[in-house]
Nanobody
């Protein structure tokens, strides 16, 4: 069973940066998509970014394009999310997730999830 553990969340002022990491173990899929999904209190889940291990292609949600970068170390399975120019509306719990199918777009439905890491951006 895949296990995902996020780290790197915290509090930062608007305009600042944070890097999130997700360590993955027991990945049995030969091809898969990993991504970040966030959820703020009282709001629906929002797909942030995804990356496909097959070809390294990445997709981003409109609200984070140009500010966030997703990447993956295929050797270790670690998923990264570099976040720059953070805004108060980026405040949310950020979840790492994995799916056995190729991601054409950002998504909020995945096979397995981490427990999340909190990101808080103050104005």
């Amino acid at each position: 069973q895949v296990q995902l553990v996020e780290s790197g969340g915290g509090s930062v002022q608007a305009g600042g940066s944070l890097n999130l990491s997700c360590s993955a173990s027991s990945i049995t899929y030969s091809d898969y998509c990993m991504g970040w999904v966030r959820q703020a209190p009282g709001k629906e889940r929002e797909g942030v970014a995804v990356i496909n291990n097959r070809d390294g292609s990445a997709r981003y949600g409109d609200s984070v394009k140009g500010r966030f970068t997703i990447s993956q170390d295929n050797a270790s399975g670690t998923l990264l999310l570099q976040m720059h120019d953070l805004k108060p509306e980026d405040t949310a719990m950020y979840y790492c997730a994995i799916d056995r199918y190729y991601c054409l777009l950002v998504r909020t439905d995945f096979d397995a999830w981490g427990h999340g890491t909190q990101v808080t951006v103050s104005s």
